[in-house]
């Protein structure tokens, strides 16, 4: 909790002051690793190797994983080659190609030196999977049994090996590097007798995926299925690693901040808000307000070209804002509801009839409601109370009635843009709040100046 963290900083701040390291160490030994490295986020970084030395072994190791890659590699930095290697011996290989990944070259090196060959082999292979993929992110240390074993055997084999394991409650049945099963250790522990053999417990045809099966994909399978960890299988469905269920939960918050991002108009950050600095914001937020500026220019054209017939009639003038507004708030509602759905795989292209054909219906509703209340606000308000000059019953008729249109059209483009962006391989995120606007605002302009010409003769 942040307010328990700035209390424990304030209090080692203090006890460094006061050289009062066995207390400190005390303090740190009762928190959680990741508790220990949101504390060390806002340590002087000069402090942090001293701090870090106070921790039990396996503790540092876990905390180390937790930090940012900014402490990490201040830390790494900071500490002998002795005190790296002890860290590595504690890592499970995908945190290790986590930090590995996020290092510059000369770190990189440091790191690869002081881990074994056997984790360096794995470190490699696991760097050579594209990114993004299910073999990036997956681990290689998972329990291994035979279909043959008994029992008591596997439960031998899992006290043996399973301490330098990312997890044993799911355990995995090969034979020959052939996945044919999984077991969990439940139902080993539930055998009616140790001289069962595995294969007669174990459950037959897991559910799998490739080593290039999307991350984001690999999460949502998780979720779906309910899976601890799923085994990740090459083209021969010979088993190399598993990705586990903590894995699955940073792809799934990478990928939705990365989709909040674009829809925002901006492009996606590796780096928290607090540890970007304003030329990094400047950096992700400049290409798509240069973009949507100069699409912008568009719905400008638009209002020169029917300049003289709001000279005519200047009250049409006040009532645009709200009519774009409106048409990019309704296109929004549309286009994040289905990029949600997109991104559940509760949609497909086939889909884009029924989906049209619900907005359409949902925009009827909403555009019937939004100009009966805004013929009344018109009449109410500026007519009847403010006397704005010029208004009158025609011009309400021509403001609802552009309100509706508006509304039916802003659900349309917004359901249909991502879902043809999804089609065309891009991200629908792409077609969000920012482009769709854009879209809108000019369709609301030429729907209402196609209005005020029809029924007002300008």
């Known amino acids: 909790m942040p307010e328990h963290n700035v209390t424990v900083e304030n209090t080692l701040q203090t006890l460094l002051a006061e050289k009062k390291y066995t207390t400190i160490r005390d303090v740190l030994v009762t928190m959680n690793p990741a508790d220990v490295a949101a504390v060390f986020s806002n340590v002087d970084k000069e402090k942090l190797p001293l701090l870090f030395r106070l921790l039990p072994k396996e503790q540092a190791a876990q905390s180390f994983v937790e930090m940012e890659s900014e402490e990490q590699e201040a830390l790494i930095r900071g500490i002998s080659d ?5 860290v590595m011996d504690e890592l499970y290989v995908d945190d290790a190609v ?18 074994d060959p056997e984790m360096r082999k794995e470190i490699n292979e696991i760097l050579q999977y594209p990114e993004n993929s299910a073999g990036s992110v997956m681990t290689t240390e998972y329990v291994k049994l035979s279909p043959g074993m008994t029992v008591g055997d596997a439960i031998l084999r899992i006290r043996r090996t399973g301490v330098d394991k990312e997890t044993i409650y799911t ?51 998780m979720s779906k299925y309910n899976l601890l960890a799923i085994p990740v299988v090459d083209g021969d469905n010979r088993m190399v690693g598993i990705v586990t269920f903590d894995d699955a939960m940073d792809v799934m918050e990478d990928e939705a901040t990365e989709d909040i991002e674009i829809m925002a108009g ?29 699409s912008a220019t568009f719905t400008g054209l638009i209002i020169s070209n029917f300049e003289h ?30 990029i949600r759905a997109l991104s559940l795989n509760e949609l497909e292209f086939r889909d884009l009839p029924k989906v049209i054909w619900k907005e359409i219906r949902a925009a009827v509703l909403c555009g019937v409601v939004l100009s009966v209340l ?20 025609m011009v309400a008729l021509v403001v609802c009635l552009t309100m509706a249109v508006t509304v039916l059209c802003a659900k349309v483009v917004g359901c249909t843009l991502p879902m043809l962006a999804k089609k065309m391989g891009f991200d629908p995120a792409v077609m969000a709040s920012p482009f769709i606007t854009t879209i809108v605002d000019a369709l609301s302009l030429l729907v209402y100046f196609g209005f005020a010409t029809a029924l007002l003769h300008l």
């Open 374 to 393: 805004c013929f009344a606000k018109i009449i109410l308000v500026d007519k009847m109370i403010l006397h704005t000059e010029g208004v009158d019953v």
């Open 82 to 86: 002795s005190e790296l290697r002890q």
């Open 98 to 115: 986590d930090i590995v990944e996020e290092m510059p070259a000369n770190v990189v090196q440091r790191i690869l030196a002081q881990s």
């Open 266 to 294: 901006m492009t996606p950050s590796d780096k928290t808000y607090l540890k970007s600095s304003p030329f990094d914001l400047f950096k992700h937020r400049i290409p798509w307000l240069a973009l949507l500026m100069v």
């Open 309 to 338: 017939k709001l000279e005519a009639l200047v009250a049409l003038t006040a009532f645009i804002p709200m009519l774009m507004d409106t048409g990019g708030n309704s296109g929004s509602q549309s286009s994040v509801t289905v």
């Open 171 to 221: 355990c995995y049945v090969l034979d020959n590097r052939l996945l044919v099963g999984t077991v969990s250790v439940k139902s080993l522990l539930l055998a009616p007798n140790d001289l069962m053999t595995v294969d007669s417990i174990m459950e037959a045809n897991p559910i799998t995926v490739t080593t290039h099966t999307d991350q984001e994909e690999v999460a949502r399978m």
